[in-house]
């Protein structure tokens, strides 16, 4: 069974760090490109950052760009979001998505992303 699993949410005051991962069982993460989505209540997901198979490409939505970086272990089957610098407005379940598009590219298009995990919560308050 094909499965995504995130962790690394929780609570965190402004100006702190988190760590998210995104690991994935059932399937070998290698040949897909990975994208980091975030939802709050009454929004549309949005797409954050995302990583291309072999982590040659990567994308940013401009208000996470120099706090966010995306990465990826592939022996360890698994994707990271290092996120810096947490702001209020970064509050929101984070998604990782699955793209099995073959591309040496990765878009942050919902639409394009095959396999949802179920989201880990982060909330940024003091």
């Known amino acids: 069974q094909l499965q995504l699993v995130e962790s690394g949410g929780g609570l965190v005051q402004p100006g702190g760090s988190l760590r998210l991962s995104c690991a994935a069982s059932?399937?070998?993460?290698?040949?897909?490109?990975i994208g980091w989505f975030r939802q709050v209540p009454g929004k549309e997901r949005e797409g954050v950052s995302c990583?291309?198979?072999?982590?040659?490409?990567?994308k940013y939505t401009d208000s996470v760009k120099g706090r966010f970086t995306i990465s990826r272990d592939n022996a360890k089957n698994t994707v990271y979001l290092e996120i810096n610098i947490l702001k209020p407005e970064d509050t929101g379940i984070y998604y990782c998505?699955?793209?099995?598009?073959?591309?040496?590219?990765?878009?942050?298009?919902?639409?394009?992303?095959?396999?949802w995990g179920q989201g880990t919560q982060v909330t940024v308050s003091s």
């Open positions: 998505a699955a793209d099995r598009r073959l591309s040496s590219l990765c878009v942050l298009r919902r639409g394009d992303y095959d396999y």
């Open positions: 059932g399937f070998t993460l290698d040949y897909y490109s």
């Open positions: 990583i291309s198979r072999t982590g040659g490409s990567t």
